[in-house]
């Protein structure tokens, strides 16, 4: 167990659905990160949260948004879902807040599969 | 482009034989990490490294990030079953805190 919990751990969903994922940090842990991994593109970097800003966006699509809550959990949603949607949804967290310090590494939670049909 | 290259993109090795692989890019990083993937699963790191030409080791495995720091190895001695993986490198940017990752390398070590 990292500490960090996704839930659910699988989801199937039809095309054009709303589903939300979610993620708790490890305990101590001010930065989450979210990231897809799919076959062909490997892991990609989506949004970062630092106490509950954002600090940093990479390549998210317009359908899809985040936000992280004052107890630190945080949230994905995905919506108008389309088949290349399907992949794994990876959340991580650390204690660096994004800019300045050395950043050391994330803690991974176990993700969350997510199969559009 | 892919910001991290990593080499080779598969690797099959039988028990105990030694084997390197590689994480390279034109770009400069404050930090540089290693992580191990197991099918179904996150993401585990492995190691730090910060400093250009620090050697870290964790018991068979040896990290080394080259001295413009902008490349890394991992050298596996003796490999193991239990050491099949997708192995990713990680970079961060001065002053981007968040981690890009390299496609990985899949390991197959055979009994």
């Known amino acids: 167990d990292s500490g960090v919990t996704q839930t659910p751990k699988h989801l199937i969903t039809a095309t054009g659905q709303r589903v939300t994922l979610r993620c708790s940090p490890r305990s101590g842990d001010l930065s989450v990160y979210w990231y897809q991994q799919s076959l062909d593109q490997g892991l990609q970097f989506l949004i970062q949260?630092?106490?509950?800003?954002?600090?940093a966006k990479g390549n998210i699509l317009e359908r899809f948004s985040a936000q992280q809550f004052p107890d630190l959990h945080s949230e994905l949603n995905l919506s108008s879902l389309e088949l290349g949607d399907s992949a794994l949804y990876f959340c991580?967290?650390?204690?660096?807040?994004?800019?300045?310090?050395?950043?050391?590494?994330?803690?991974f939670g176990s993700g969350t599969r997510l199969t559009v049909v | 482009t892919q910001l991290l290259e990593q080499s080779p993109q598969f690797l099959s090795i039988q028990e105990g034989e030694n084997l390197t692989v590689y994480c390279n890019s034109s770009s400069v990083f404050s930090s540089l990490q290693w992580y191990r993937q197991e099918p179904g699963e996150g993401p585990v790191l492995l190691v730090t490294?910060?400093?250009?030409?620090e050697v870290k080791k964790l018991k068979r495995l040896t990290f080394q990030f080259g001295d413009a720091r902008k490349d890394s190895s991992l050298h596996i001695t003796a490999a193991q079953p239990g050491d099949t993986g997708l192995y990713l490198c990680a970079g961060a940017l001065p002053n981007a805190g968040k981690s890009t990752f390299g496609d990985g390398t899949t390991l197959t070590v055979k009994p």
């Open positions: 991580a967290s650390s204690v660096h807040p994004g800019t300045g310090r050395l950043n050391y590494g994330y803690t």
């Open positions: 949260y630092y106490n509950g800003e954002e600090r």
């Open positions: 490294v910060v400093t250009g030409g």
